[in-house]
């Protein structure tokens, strides 16, 4: 393939302006919709390229990219149109900007924007076009067309209402608010453990949960360290009612040793009263004990 594509490079290497457009015979198109609970696509094979795919992961909105089976694109920049189609007189085409690209299977990854742009542009009846000018005055164009796109946009957006709120990148780490100055898990709090306890339930392969427990300075060293415990208990709690075994668990609990903010205004100790929660894959024989006592080197890290 990838020789095709050379061999068409030599032949009009002599012109000024060279134009090479990579799409599929209209009769041949088709959409594929693929996805879980973590990831969506909506893909177009082109034909002698490779692919234009939308992806929507857990938690984001869509990024287009492409897939070029051959490296073909070379380095630089490529401008994104949703192009009008050629029964569209009339109407212009639509600029979404660059986008850098570089010589590997996957050139590039649109913006969130651009991507939205796209789609809005399929379903007008526009062609997502990436145009990049390469050597010499050459031009490439890999096009997708937007035949029978309706139905696999319905079929795309009823797999993306099946995604979860957030990805694993979004939930590994958190902090949970004690804006009470008691160890009770509020209504916010509730809501943020029950997004993390969905998707542990979901991904199997996120096996370890460490929580640091924290207070302000509203008391002394003792009643303070024994909060912050209470805090780390309630959310281990939380989890655990979630069906989380807890040998999967570490609890540490620091009293008022690591504030975020200076303990100086009411502000500043509701930030302090919280609770840290880190996710983990770790191997079967490398998990934690449930509690870990304060004062203790791991408690202290």
Same mark, same amino acid.
């Given at each position: 393939?990838?020789?095709?594509?050379?061999?068409?490079?030599?032949?009009?290497?002599?012109?000024?302006?060279?134009?090479?457009?990579?799409?599929?015979?209209?009769?041949?198109?088709?959409?594929?919709?693929?996805?879980?609970?973590?990831?969506?696509?909506?893909?177009?094979?082109?034909?002698?390229?490779?692919?234009?795919?939308?992806?929507?992961?857990?938690?984001?909105?869509?990024?287009?990219?492409?897939?070029?089976?051959?490296?073909?694109?070379?380095?630089?920049?490529?401008?994104?149109?949703?192009?009008?189609?050629?029964?569209?007189?009339?109407?212009g085409d639509v600029n979404l900007g660059a986008v850098r690209?570089?010589?590997?299977?996957?050139?590039?990854?649109?913006?969130?924007?651009?991507?939205g742009g796209l789609l809005a542009g399929l379903m007008e009846?526009?062609?997502?076009?990436?145009? &990049?000018?390469?050597?010499? /005055?050459?031009?490439?164009?890999? @096009?997708?067309?937007?035949? $029978?796109? !309706?139905? #696999?946009?319905? =079929?795309?957006q009823a797999c993306t209402a099946k995604l979860l709120p957030?990805?694993?990148?979004?939930?590994?780490?958190?902090?949970?608010?004690?804006?009470?100055?008691?160890?009770?898990?509020?209504?916010?709090?509730?809501?943020?453990?029950?997004?993390?306890?969905?998707?542990?339930?979901?991904?199997?392969?996120?096996?370890?949960?460490?929580?640091?427990? &924290?207070?302000?300075?509203? /008391?002394?060293?003792?009643?303070? @360290?024994?909060?912050?415990? $209470?805090? !780390?208990? #309630?959310?281990? =709690?939380?989890?655990?009612?979630?069906?989380?075994?807890?040998?999967?668990?570490?609890?540490?609990?620091?009293?008022?040793?690591?504030?975020?903010?200076?303990?100086?205004?009411?502000?500043?100790?509701?930030?302090?009263?919280?609770?840290?929660?880190?996710?983990?894959?770790?191997?079967?024989?490398?998990?934690?004990?449930?509690?870990?006592?304060?004062?203790?080197?791991?408690?202290?890290?």
């Open positions: 393939m990838r020789q095709r594509y050379l061999a068409l490079l030599s032949v009009f290497a002599s012109l000024p302006a060279v134009a090479i457009t990579f799409q599929t015979r209209l009769e041949s198109i088709e959409w594929k919709v693929e996805g879980d609970k973590f990831e969506c696509r909506l893909t177009q094979p082109i034909t002698d390229f490779g692919a234009g795919e939308f992806v929507r992961r857990a938690g984001e909105q869509a990024t287009f990219r492409i897939k070029a089976s051959g490296g073909m694109l070379g380095s630089g920049s490529a401008t994104l149109l949703a192009a009008a189609a050629p029964w569209q007189p009339g109407r690209v570089n010589n590997s299977t996957i050139p590039f990854n649109s913006s969130q924007g651009q991507a009846g526009r062609s997502p076009v990436i145009r &990049h000018h390469g050597q010499g /005055g050459s031009v490439m164009e890999i @096009r997708l067309l937007p035949v $029978r796109f !309706a139905k #696999a946009f319905s =079929d795309y957030k990805n694993y990148e979004q939930v590994k780490q958190a902090q949970i608010g004690f804006p009470g100055k008691d160890a009770d898990l509020d209504a916010h709090a509730r809501a943020q453990l029950q997004v993390i306890a969905d998707f542990l339930k979901a991904d199997p392969t996120v096996n370890h949960i460490e929580l640091d427990g &924290h207070s302000d300075n509203s /008391g002394n060293r003792l009643t303070n @360290r024994d909060m912050s415990r $209470r805090r !780390a208990l #309630a959310v281990m =709690d939380f989890f655990t009612a979630q069906g989380v075994p807890e040998k999967q668990i570490t609890m540490r609990f620091h009293g008022e040793r690591y504030p975020l903010a200076p303990n100086t205004n009411a502000a500043n100790r509701s930030r302090n009263r919280r609770v840290t929660v880190q996710l983990d894959r770790l191997p079967p024989d490398d998990k934690a004990p449930s509690v870990v006592a304060a004062g203790s080197a791991a408690a202290t890290s």
